[in-house]
């Protein structure tokens, strides 16, 4: 089966879309950090629509930190790659044109570094997920201890991780008389480029205090706020669609039809005229805040009741009537921390995030949610839980939601069927929670992890107690129990 390439773009199936711009034209003005599916199905799309636009200046040169699969499954395409819009039985393929190369960055450290200072380079776009940013999730700290980290303080000659690259390209951009990029963070971060910024100065300070102060004069960080549900593509999807277009996509991206991308307007150099889907706007905080707590906050909690439950994918756990209400209740309890942006209809927010989550052909999965909950669980569920005691508030509902984490900690779901923890602290964690007999010692041992738990939060009787109960029922009877429990 030959592969979907330049070359055979001519013979697929006419209802697929595809680049409507001469590739071999296209500038890189863009490079991105961690092409993963998101970047292909999100930012990449947001580029192809201006290429699509005639402005050709925004094409990406996208690295990989770790990994060599997303290169090795780009190459043989010459960057080409299907976005597969699915919703309900309806389906859209469009070619995707505007990834130029893929860089593997522990391979051609310097090609990297050379991409990111390059005068042709205006705007960094990053998706290196939570943990990618070396911060501490409960403070925001740099970890110094993270090796890859303490590698880029000694030396940034070859670096190790995400603010490395970007202080080195930074210093070279000084060097040379080029003024900076602007660095765009779309991870589901609070306040992701204050933290972007905070760890590219930090770490520019340890080696270069006037670089740091030319990079916080002269650079940008602005905020984002991202979203597009983004499922792992599975081997039966790349079988299907080859079915379809005649020929094989292994770089293929499965998605939804929503794609928002709000980012403030504080541009440090050029930046495109973005298309209708991009909002660009003074204030992400209260998008992000909204965002953060009612989608990704309730997918959190699906993941580990539904994974306690054994149920593999969002829409099936959705089809439990208690996990409903369960949702229902979770945002009903965030909403009251949220202050939305004038132009959100909470509401309809809520509608259409119900609609979303019961696309039933997406098949997104459990278990790719539940993935890093400990550098997630502050932003979505703890945050609001601080909100709502601090008013005096019931946190019933969000405290479910993190009693079915601490539980997940243990590797094993309500029939014992084993899985992996698949987190960064997994191992600190197991430790923590190793010889402790009862719920409530499991939770003082969650309650006292720095890393996660914030201190106002850790020292509080009424959290403390709402885990415990839970924890209990969960423990003893299971999650669709708990959700039984919830509705009352
Ligand atoms: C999900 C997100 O895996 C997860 O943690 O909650 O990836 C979610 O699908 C996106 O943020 C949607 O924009």
Redesign the pocket.
Same mark, same amino acid.
């Given at each position: 089966m030959s592969r979907l390439s330049s070359e055979t773009l001519a013979t697929l199936p006419a209802n697929v879309l595809r680049p409507g711009y001469d590739r071999a034209a296209v500038q890189c003005g863009v490079v991105h950090i961690g092409i993963g599916a $998101?970047h292909r199905a +999100?930012q990449a799309v947001v580029f192809d629509d201006v290429l699509n636009a005639d402005d050709l200046r925004w094409g990406i040169v996208a690295a990989s930190l770790r990994s060599p699969a997303v290169r090795d499954q780009m190459q043989p395409q010459d960057g080409l790659y299907t976005m597969l819009v699915r919703d309900g039985a309806a389906q859209q393929a469009r070619v995707i044109g505007a990834v130029q190369r893929v860089i593997v960055a522990p391979e051609e450290p310097q090609t990297l570094l050379a991409a990111l200072a390059s005068p042709d380079t205006h705007i960094i776009t990053l998706t290196i997920t939570e943990k990618g940013y070396k911060l501490d999730p409960a403070t925001g700290a740099l970890i110094e201890a993270d090796p890859q980290l303490a590698a880029d303080l000694v030396s940034l000659d070859s670096p190790q991780t995400a603010p490395g690259y970007l202080v080195a390209s930074l210093a070279r951009r000084r060097a040379a008389g080029i003024s900076p990029f602007t660095a765009v963070s779309c991870d !589901?971060l609070p306040h992701n480029g204050a933290r972007l910024r905070g760890a590219v100065l930090e770490l520019a300070r340890r080696h270069d205090a006037d670089l740091a102060e030319w990079i916080a004069q002269h650079g940008a960080f602005p905020e984002t706020m /991202?979203?597009?549900? /983004?499922?792992a593509t599975t081997a039966e999807d790349i079988a299907a669609l080859t079915d379809h277009m005649g020929v094989e996509d292994q770089a293929m991206v499965k998605t939804e039809p $929503?794609l928002?991308w709000v980012i403030e307007d504080r541009f440090c150099g050029p930046r495109p005229n973005f298309g209708a889907c991009v909002q660009l706007t003074a204030a992400v905080a209260p998008w992000e805040e909204a965002?953060?707590r009612l989608? !990704?906050g309730a +997918?959190?909690g699906i @993941?580990y009741l539904g994974g306690l439950s054994g149920i593999a994918h969002v829409h099936e756990v959705l089809a439990l009537p208690d996990a409903r209400h369960f949702v229902e209740a979770l945002w009903d309890e965030a909403e009251t921390t949220l202050s939305p942006p004038p132009e959100l209809d909470v509401a309809a927010y809520r509608r259409d995030l119900m609609a979303r989550f019961d696309n039933p052909t997406l098949r +997104?999965r459990t278990r790719?949610? @539940?993935?890093?909950g400990s550098q997630?669980l502050s932003q979505?569920l703890l945050t609001p839980i601080a909100a709502r005691l601090e008013a005096g508030q019931g946190i019933d509902a969000l405290s479910l939601a993190v009693a079915a984490w601490i539980r997940w900690q243990a590797g094993q779901d309500d029939s014992g069927a084993s899985h992996q923890v698949d987190d960064p602290l997994a191992g600190a964690m197991a430790a923590a929670l190793a010889d402790r007999h009862d719920a409530a010692d499991r939770v003082a041992a969650i309650l006292a992890f720095d890393a996660v738990m914030p201190p106002a939060l850790a020292r509080d009787d009424r959290l403390r107690v709402s885990l415990t109960r839970w924890l209990v029922i969960l423990e003893t009877h299971g999650a669709q129990a708990a959700l039984a429990a919830l509705r009352g």
């Open positions: $998101f +999100h !589901n /991202v979203d597009r549900i /983004v499922p $929503f928002q965002k953060l989608l !990704n +997918h959190s @993941a +997104h790719q949610i @539940a993935m890093d997630k979505r």
